[in-house]
């Protein structure tokens, strides 16, 4: 029981996380705060990545260390790294319109600044 | 030797030449503006030649594979590989090509028409540098044989199309618009990336064909498949998941609108790659469940899009929602051939009729739409408002404008000789027999879109000349081109209906369908 627990760790840590996340975006009226749910979320989906990419003593694929030629395929590692510079890219352009729409309504709470209607 | 070496490596110039483009603008931008005119002109024009090119290769010889870093273009099993592919692949069948060559037209013209359009605003390096990367986005969505690609393109086309849209900040509402199309599509391609890894942690594979000939369809799957669909869904603008169009159309310059709805159509292709070539055919898909899924979302989108266009009174809100109501058309067409892909006799008899019909429709609102976008544009260029009550007479002093309009009215109406016709009638004559009550919801769609554009039309071009336009021109010839452009090829589509549908939509029906067809090219037969 412990150890089923112990291996789902990670998965266990990712879901809490990304409810957190989750919750963020849904009840927060902040949208600098919305927009720290997203990069939490954000970050639950590359934990969850990396976590999927764990073996349990596996070896690092760098060739001129390893003891065998079995070594673990860095696919997700290499997944999550484009993931991470995409989510700078996401957060710094979102943070940047938080910024404008700061300078231009005088606030940041969603719920004054709805002048989209219909 | 130029020549062929060209030809091979036209997949990898798809997406070179836009990129180099897009970031070599500021550094050419800041010699004059007449050497960014030209190096932008010259871009679009080599990235929609590439993509022609590309797009005749295909229909002529077959899909085309491209691998990147190996040592020969079509190597996609390296020897070491035990015989699974392990680099990003490029596979090009009819459908891609197809929306290649959908978004190579109106890019060009889009581009062209930006040129004066745009050419008295401030910032333009980083416009031209953002619209290029979203052609690179749609372009690589569309192209790309491999999953997390997609993702990474749709990320590319998502975060440009926001930029684009908040670009003009306009006091403030579109970067509201810019935001809320930005953390939209965050979400989704979050979901999506879930899905990605759901798949590749059971499978070990990324590239499509690979997942497709692997998948058992266990509850992981069915929850990628989830995760894979609603984003997707979203990102094309399909009811309930459609709130992001009107703000998002409605705030972004024209031009970028018309390019907003080729992305969205890129979303719409990777829906229909999903649950054709990635899932369709597995034993235990059940047809006639999605096939319902997708053509309740179209008929939905169909009619709350038309019913909520009708009040309106921002010319490009309007627009946007009758770009939702449309989507719904090409959903319907498609959500048929879904549901009876594992009959047979009904493929044959009308389902594939109808996705033809549904896949048309892709192409031919893509130029209409676009059109009426930038006629939308050329009405704010000149105005400076948007609001329909306030505009009037336009027609004696913006005759070219209006005859664009109304190209574009008829034919999203469908309205004979214009393209909109020619896919409406595939889809009510093939739907009819599936359901002869879809069927009339489609064609009282059609009506309600004739009588929303009759409106418009009527209250931008009739009535007297007003004295606040009495300074209205008709657009510069550049604007005038672009519309132009579109203008032909809807009429093009409407009149020979039958050559297009030879000679590009029925291959590309036939690529959707065949599911072993797209597996085999990437691991070869068995």
Known sequence: ?118 | MTISSIAQHLPALLIAVPLLTAFLTPLIGGVNRTLRMLWVALGISATSAIGLALAWKVFTTGTVLYVFGAAAVGQVLPMDSGGIPIRIIFEVDAFSALMIVIASISAFAITMYSLVSESECSGQDGFYALLFLLVVGIMGMVATGDLFNFFVFLEISSLAGAALVAYRVDKGVAVEAGLKYALLSTLGALCVLIAIGLLFAQYNALNLATLASRLQFTTLDKIALALLIVPLAMKCGAVPMHFWTPDTYATAPSSITALLVVSSQASLYGLFRVLFSLYGHLVQFNYATFGWFVIILGVLSMFVGVTMAIPQKDVKRLMAYHAVSQTGYMLLGVGVGLAVLGNRSALNAYGLTAMAGGIFHIINHAMYKGLLFLTAGAIFYRTGTRNLNKLGGLGHTMPWTMVFFMIGALAIAGIPPFNGFASKLMIYESVFRFSPFLSIVAMVVSILTLASFVKVFHSIFMGPRREEFAAAREVPAAMIFGMALLAVVVMLFGLFPQTFIDGMITPAVTALVDRGAYISAILGGH
């Open chain 1, 1 to 118: 029981m412990l150890s089923k627990i112990l291996i789902n760790f990670p998965l266990i840590a990712v879901v809490l996380i990304a409810m957190m996340g989750l919750s963020a975006m849904v009840f927060k009226r902040n949208i600098v705060k919305i927009l720290m749910g997203v990069t939490i979320l954000e970050s639950a989906v590359n934990l969850f990545l990396v976590a999927t990419g764990y073996r349990e003593g596996g070896i690092a694929p760098i060739f001129t260390n390893a003891p065998s030629t079995h070594m673990v395929l860095p696919t997700v590692q290499a997944l999550t790294l484009t993931s991470i510079v995409i989510g700078v890219a996401t957060s710094a352009m979102m943070l940047s319109f938080a910024m404008i729409i700061y300078k231009k309504y005088g606030t940041v709470d969603v719920r004054k600044i709805r002048k989209l209607k219909g």
